[in-house]
């Protein structure tokens, strides 16, 4: 091909040195396969630019950790081992609620009040997974579009892939990379309200809930469980004319919470009213925090609640390892289709497949 003139190149034009092949032209083409070679980083490159605040970096390094693939799995945690004596500086905390609380307005305005205010604030937001499809939206940093926007602000959408508690299986590692960069208060907004939340309680040190006004129907289709849980309940959208009704609200979780085991020892639950729009009462929802942590240290029930929480996700890792250990085997995966079929079919009991199964896995 004819060297072009330069200056009269438009879109459409095919650079010298570039062959393309039209479907059903010439010798059809086949494509060759190769092993790929094994990724390779810069790993002090990123241990230095992780502890300088990059978000750059410490996006990538999430990335390695949520990674399914087995040479970004190590890099993530051998990069997780080597910043882990730069963690536990934080605040974590825990905010659920049910869907139409407000979630991410709050924890907008709640982010960038603290933002404002000097510290760092990363935000762990995990959108649900379709079971479908498995796919997520995640567009948090959409619905957070001005702390998102904020130099202080770190925002992480993840998605939940099926997880119990709203949260991503990763999320705990996902916490310790951004105390390694630097964030004082990392933010945790589950999905939503559910019988798992206990295992967002075991993740966080503060764990918050978001309530509606309405409190008749609100109430009743609360958890006594998840009430009992929260270090406080905040009453969102106390603005306009809904105020009046919201501190009625608050007025009956105060009532009821007064009834309820406390989540933290010698810890009274408050409940707080709260307009994320108007930006009112967030300042008092820190101060609950800050005394939260103050009373805990004295207590000394802060760092062991943490240590009671990292053995927790040792036994919870045993248990993901096991289960993926046990259908790893293409042996186990087709007695596991036969059992499966005689269940249908109504052949077998499920007790006896299980036992079943288990007996020719111990076989093996």
Not at 84 to 100: A, D, E, K, Q
Not at 294 to 310: F, G
Request: contains cysteine.
């Amino acid at each position: 091909m004819a060297e072009t003139d330069k200056t009269n190149q438009s879109a459409m034009h095919v650079m010298s040195g570039i062959k393309s092949q039209h479907d059903g032209m010439g010798k059809a083409s086949v494509k060759k396969f190769s092993k790929k070679n094994a990724l390779v980083i810069d790993q002090e490159e990123y241990l230095r630019e992780i502890q300088k605040g990059s978000r750059l970096h410490l996006a990538k390094a999430i990335t390695f950790i949520e990674s399914t693939v087995s040479d970004q799995q190590a890099i993530g945690q051998q990069l997780l081992k080597s910043l882990l004596r730069h963690t536990g500086n934080s605040i974590r905390i825990g905010i659920t609620g049910v869907p139409g609380a407000g979630k991410s307005t709050f924890i907008e305005a709640f982010g960038k009040m603290l933002c404002d205010q000097g510290y760092k604030v990363a935000v762990l937001a995990i959108d649900p997974s379709s079971s479908l499809t498995g796919g997520s939206i995640l567009g948090d940093k959409t619905r957070m579009e001005e702390l998102a926007k904020h130099p202080n602000a770190f925002i992480r959408p993840s998605p939940s892939a099926g997880t119990l508690g709203g949260v991503h299986k990763k999320s705990r590692e996902t916490m310790l990379l951004c105390e390694a960069a630097g964030y004082d208060i990392i933010l945790v907004e589950t999905v939503g309200v559910g019988q798992s939340e206990t295992f967002v309680r075991g993740m966080v040190d503060f764990f918050l809930l978001l309530a509606l006004t309405g409190a008749g129907d609100e109430l009743q289709g609360m958890k006594k469980g998840i009430m009992e849980l929260a270090d406080a309940i905040v009453v969102n959208k106390a603005d306009g004319a809904n105020e009046k009704l919201a501190k009625k609200t608050v007025a009956e979780y105060k009532q009821i919470l007064h009834f309820l085991a406390p989540s933290s020892p010698n810890w009274n639950t408050p409940a707080l009213a709260v307009s994320s729009l108007y930006k009112s009462g967030l300042d008092s929802v820190w101060e609950t925090i800050q005394t939260f942590k103050k009373e805990m240290i004295e207590q000394n029930a802060w760092q062991n609640r943490r240590k009671e929480q990292t053995v927790d996700w040792f036994k919870s890792m045993i248990v993901d390892r096991l289960y993926r250990d046990f259908f790893s085997s293409v042996e186990k995966k087709e007695t596991m289709a036969q059992l499966e079929s005689l269940v249908r079919d109504e052949k077998v009991t499920v007790s006896q497949a299980v036992e079943e199964l288990f007996s020719s896995n111990s076989k093996q």
